[in-house]
């Protein structure tokens, strides 16, 4: 145990049981006699709440912003490195600098990200079993029933914000807890106001558009397909989502306001224009509300891909067995 090094970084705005847990664990983890690194630093990440004032990026631990936090960091939490660009890297750039020597495990799964699956598919292709900054990925194949099911046979204590997803009727994928600025995460902002009455007044004094999920969490805004959404909407004609696309498009400047949603929406558009011969009004519906809504990380449109392409050829495949079979 005295040579492992546990990392957690800390992205300040997190759920109150989420620090209270890091820290049972951290005691863990020193009493066994390995090192704990707990990181409060000014790390980058994508804001979707922030692109309203064309700035696309939430800091944690904002320097300029102490005054707002969203909570105070731990007494004996790591404030800087000198391995860090404060404010330009995200924690998967300085992580990695951090551990010179020896093998890093990483606890992520394929089964959150289509992206990680190819990377790591691609891997494993070329008979690797880490990669080249020496990162190993333990459990990259476990299911979410996996994950659920070591933690009830195991009985590992987890954070109360799960069990309050998980009440207020969000389903196994839906259980993902990150910072609360996340388009993947803004979701528990609408729903855990209640269990955490304190949360939301510290949020929107940290992030003033955050208002905006309680407001609008159920509309094309966050590319939502719920019932309340539809309800919503009533009986007001469909949209012709390929003309929509089109005029976006052709308008580049107008709908994509900072240079980031730009470089998206080119992808997007390439992509439009690829499929626009197969694609169904369904299908519009989706890159219409992925471009919408915000798709940093590319997830949405990596799912389209495969969506319409993969629909594409099954479909190309079924009428050609069916000729031979005539």
Not at 59 to 88: E, G, M, Y
Not at 264 to 283: C, G, K
């Amino acid at each position: 145990m005295k040579q492992l090094t546990v990392q957690f970084i800390d992205e300040e705005a997190i759920f109150p049981c989420m620090e209270e847990t890091t820290k049972a664990w951290r005691r863990k983890f020193m009493m066994m006699g390995a090192k704990f690194e707990w990181f409060c630093v000014e790390v980058k990440h994508f804001n979707c709440f922030n692109a309203l004032s064309n700035d696309e990026t939430f800091i944690c631990w904002d320097s300029t912003k102490q005054d707002v936090w969203v909570r105070r960091p731990p007494s004996f939490a790591i404030r800087n490195h000198k391995l860090l660009r404060p404010r330009i890297d995200a924690y998967q750039d300085f992580l990695p600098r951090t551990c010179v020597s020896g093998i890093t495990m990483v606890g992520i799964r394929t089964a959150e990200s289509l992206q990680r699956l190819q990377n790591i598919a691609a891997m494993t292709k070329a008979g690797k079993t880490m990669t080249n900054k020496k990162q190993i990925f333990p459990i990259y194949d476990w299911t979410n029933n996996d994950v659920w099911l070591y933690l009830k046979q195991e009985k590992v204590d987890i954070p109360e914000i799960y069990l309050f997803l998980w009440q207020s009727g969000s389903s196994k994928p839906q259980l993902r807890v990150s910072q609360f600025f996340s388009v993947d995460t803004a979701r528990s902002l609408v729903k855990m106001n209640e269990y955490y009455p304190d949360l939301m007044e510290r949020i929107i004094r940290r992030e003033p558009n955050a208002y905006l999920a309680a407001l609008y969490w159920d509309s094309e805004m966050f590319g939502r397909s719920s019932r309340k959404r539809r309800e919503m909407e009533g009986d007001a004609p469909e949209k012709d989502y390929k003309t929509e696309l089109v005029r976006m498009f052709g308008n580049m400047d107008v709908y994509f306001d900072t240079p980031h949603k730009r470089q998206i929406a080119e992808r997007y558009r390439n992509f439009f224009l690829q499929v626009s011969a197969i694609a169904t009004p369904e299908d519009f519906k989706h890159i219409y509300e992925g471009l919408i809504s915000g798709d940093p990380k590319m997830r949405t449109f990596r799912a389209l891909y495969h969506r319409i392409y993969g629909k594409y050829i099954a479909e190309a495949k079924k009428t050609e067995e069916s000729r031979h079979g005539q």
